[in-house]
């Protein structure tokens, strides 16, 4: 499983536009790049799932370099209800091989400010 | 469509007491995961089942069993507890093994072992 790196905590302004990255360097062909997002006292929820170039939904964008050796987490316009632990996480699938180590890491906890 | 269901809420046991948490997911999904997460931590896979009938152990699966019920239904057992395993456990499903990295998460239980 690749190990991902995030900052450790970030602050935005509501209205702002949040990039969030992830670097992976080791990165293996068959990997995804998985965002979920965690609020206080909640289980993590889905947010966005990419390979490469950009992926969008309608909470996120996802953009990956042609390397794919890091990925950007992208929220339009938050609010302070984004508020939460982003986390990235990357690996392959079926599960079986790499699910022991399918960790969430410590995330990336944004702060939205009025 | 309640999604993915964990009793109970709260727990609170003495050292060396056994219980069960319980596990239910009604999205007709084929894989089930039990993490658990530690203050300030994010989250560690427990042990998980690809499918029905099969179950195998995640990153820290010391002190703990499961049992997959049919296809809706995951637990996990502490046979003996311990202060150690004081934490939040979420209970997750994704539709296969092969989309192991979309998970729907469950609230949570928090467990208190003194």
């Known amino acids: 499983l690749a190990k991902t790196t995030q900052p450790i905590s970030m602050d935005s302004y509501e209205g702002q536009e949040v990039n969030i990255t992830c670097s992976h360097n080791n990165i293996a062909t068959n990997d995804y790049i998985t965002w979920y997002q965690q609020f206080p006292s909640q289980g993590p929820r889905f947010i966005i799932q990419g390979y490469k170039t950009k992926v969008t939904n309608e909470v996120a964008s996802l953009f990956i370099p042609a390397d794919r050796k890091s990925s950007t987490l992208s929220l339009p316009r938050v609010s302070l209800s984004d508020t939460a632990v982003y986390y990235c996480?990357?690996?392959?699938?079926?599960?079986?091989?790499?699910?022991?180590?399918?960790?969430f890491g410590s995330g990336t906890q944004l702060t939205v400010l009025p | 469509n309640a999604g993915v269901t964990q009793t109970p809420k709260f727990q609170v046991l003495k050292t060396g007491q056994s219980m069960t948490l319980q596990c239910a997911q009604d999205m007709n999904h084929n894989s089930m995961y039990w993490y658990r997460q530690d203050p300030g931590m994010g989250l560690r896979l427990i042990y998980y089942s690809a499918s029905e009938g099969t179950t195998d152990k995640g990153e820290v699966p010391n002190g703990y069993n499961v049992s997959r019920l049919n296809k809706r239904e995951f637990s996990l057992r502490l046979e003996s507890a311990a202060p150690s395993q004081t934490s939040v456990y979420f209970c997750a499903s994704s539709e296969r093994a092969a989309r192991a990295y979309e998970q729907y998460f469950g609230p949570g239980t928090r467990l208190t072992v003194t």
């Open positions: 996480l990357v690996g392959d699938t079926p599960l079986s091989g790499s699910a022991r180590q399918l960790t």
